[in-house]
């Protein structure tokens, strides 16, 4: 396993205060605020642990209610809603400073047969021909990429990530809403464990947002952006095995209103459907009107 990804597999194994409250600590990527990945994935982690463990995450719905300080721990609380014959439902609240800065509502699925179908996986190039994140920004001039990004950038990952169409998240460019990448953890997750959920979760936050500034031309580590999710969904359709390559094939249908819309889909090599995700927030240029 990775250093980076030791240390984040750490960080979403949160410490236990009591059966429902856990403290979490958070990863330091250069910014002050809190990458939601990271408060989605110890959210997931937090509600796992309070749950059967045959019982595996099926869906996830959150809401990003302030910007979270990445200098602070962050305190979860997890409320049992419903432990039914198949079902259990969980609430998680994320504190920093005894203020509420995320919620989520979670619910979980003992494995059962029945019905099954799926959309067909896209097309898209191996991920084994395309150069990572951190060979990508190698390539880039100075002058295209503020320097003070190109340690956090470049700096090994938890998560290896092999983008299909490259860009530049400094400097945007006109294309189509919609986005490919390739990703699996950079090291070995033990085959079982819930982490695979919760690394997931993580990912999901990854490049998800921005495909919604694609049309216009904008990267969301531009100046005069402000990019903040406001809701985030999960739905968990089949076992994730994240030690191995997932296409994320992602999509934005609309924009309107200072906010952007994106919605997206994990699959396997082998072309199974493993989860879906969709997400809205505040996509606004600084200086429109607040």
């Not at 082998?270 to 505040?282: K, P, V």
Request: some cysteine.
């Amino acid at each position: 396993m990775s250093q980076a990804l030791n240390a984040l597999t750490e960080l979403l194994s949160l410490r236990k205060i009591d059966s429902l409250q856990f403290i979490g600590q958070c990863e330091n990527l250069g910014l002050r605020q809190v990458f939601g990945g990271q408060v989605i994935a110890q959210a997931i982690s937090a509600a796992q642990q309070s749950t059967h463990n045959e019982r595996l995450i099926h869906s996830c719905h959150s809401y990003f209610l302030r910007p979270g300080d990445s200098t602070l721990p962050i305190n979860y609380e997890v409320e049992v809603l419903r432990d039914g014959r198949s079902l259990s439902a969980r609430r998680v609240k994320a504190l920093q400073n005894e203020q509420l800065i995320f919620t989520m509502t979670a619910s979980f699925h003992a494995e059962e047969p029945g019905f099954s179908h799926q959309a067909i996986m896209p097309s898209a190039p191996s991920p084994l021909m395309l150069a990572t994140e951190q060979e990508l920004v190698s390539q880039l001039s100075p002058t295209a990429i503020n320097q003070r990004f190109v340690k956090a950038f470049s700096a090994e990952r938890a998560l290896e990530i092999r983008p299909v169409q490259p860009f530049n998240p400094l400097k945007g460019h006109v294309s189509e809403a919609r986005r490919q990448l390739w990703l699996k953890a950079n090291g070995q997750i033990a085959e079982h464990s819930s982490l695979h959920s919760a690394l997931l979760g993580y990912a999901a936050d990854l490049n998800f947002l921005p495909v919604a500034l694609q049309p216009h031309g904008k990267g969301f580590l531009e100046e005069d952006m402000q990019v903040a999710t406001v809701d985030h969904s999960m739905w968990f359709h089949r076992p994730i095995n994240i030690n191995d390559w997932l296409l994320y094939d992602i999509e934005s249908p609309t924009a309107q209103n200072s906010r952007g819309f994106v919605r997206g889909a994990f699959y396997d090599r082998q072309g199974r459907l493993i989860a879906s995700t969709a997400q809205e927030g505040i996509i606004r240029q600084r200086g429109d009107k607040q």
